[in-house]
């Protein structure tokens, strides 16, 4: 489960707390189809048919990656609605041009759907939401990194499951050279541990730096000396992290995630 996919299972459980049904379509073997089974919540296997028999009954389609946008492109019958969560360039003009609405994950990734030619008016901003965790109190510097091995070559000790790792942390360092947002940045500002992360795409919409949490290049030497910085200084460390909490707490919480989600949809639907 990486983010995107942590990001539909919130959605799917704020929908239907809001009163909203909602069907979710996904590959059998992807770890989100079994997430999803084991809560409860109504899957189907993706593909085609599946996709065809819920037209009938439902109002929308939702799309959360390429493949499910493209397919949903094909599908006429419902106003389609994808979410955008990646910095790289637009693809194909024709399957930008199917849906009715965008949901960026970022402003960043607002200008680079703009830029591949998606009118403005057709994009929400609409950032990732997490969790509300227990306050960190550990002593370890945890590496993230998605598509890089720079911490791996610095010898930082990995995360493979974030939310559970995370009390173990007093820094986070999350390291990517590609970036819609950084849900698993905001995961660790939850939880209060300060972050120091690439200076990449809309890493710098939730990362103030100096104020909650450190931006920096993708350099061993730069990442080095900002881990020092947060170490030597412990109160400046944990200043830092509280304003990572409260950032999230106003800006990045699931149930803002779910309202931003719905009136989007109004907005299609009008």
């Not at 598509?147 to 820094?171: F, H, T």
């Not at 660790?188 to 795409?201: D, E, L, N, T």
């Amino acid at each position: 489960m990486r983010g995107g996919q942590w990001q539909v299972l919130r959605l799917i459980e704020g929908l239907a707390a809001a009163g909203v049904e909602s069907t979710l379509l996904a590959r059998q073997d992807a770890p989100l189809y079994t997430a999803a089974r084991k809560r409860g919540w109504r899957v189907e296997p993706l593909g085609v048919t599946r996709a065809l028999a819920c037209l009938r009954g439902h109002t929308l389609i939702h799309a959360h990656d390429a493949r499910s946008h493209s397919l949903g492109a094909f599908l006429r019958g419902r106003p389609l609605v994808v979410s955008r969560r990646v910095a790289f360039p637009v693809g194909s003009r024709w399957k930008y041009g199917r849906a009715r609405g965008y949901l960026a994950v970022s402003g960043f990734v607002k200008n680079v759907l703009i830029s591949g030619g998606v009118p403005e008016g057709k994009i929400s901003v609409v950032y990732d939401g997490v969790p509300t965790l227990e306050v960190s109190h550990g002593t370890q510097v945890l590496g993230l990194e998605k598509d890089s091995a720079l911490l791996a070559r610095m010898g930082l000790r990995m995360v493979v499951n974030l939310e559970e790792e995370i009390g173990e942390a007093a820094v986070l360092v999350y390291v990517t050279t590609s970036e819609g947002l950084g849900s698993g940045a905001l995961l660790a500002m939850s939880a209060a541990v300060p972050v120091i992360a690439s200076r990449i795409g809309g890493l710098p919409e939730v990362i103030r730096h100096g104020e909650n949490g450190l931006l920096v290049e993708n350099d061993e030497a730069a990442i080095a000396s900002a881990i020092r910085t947060l170490l030597d200084h412990p109160e400046q460390a944990r200043q830092m992290g509280a304003a990572a909490r409260r950032t999230v707490l106003e800006r990045f919480t699931v149930d803002r995630m779910v309202a931003g989600t719905l009136e989007a949809y109004r907005r299609v639907l009008a």
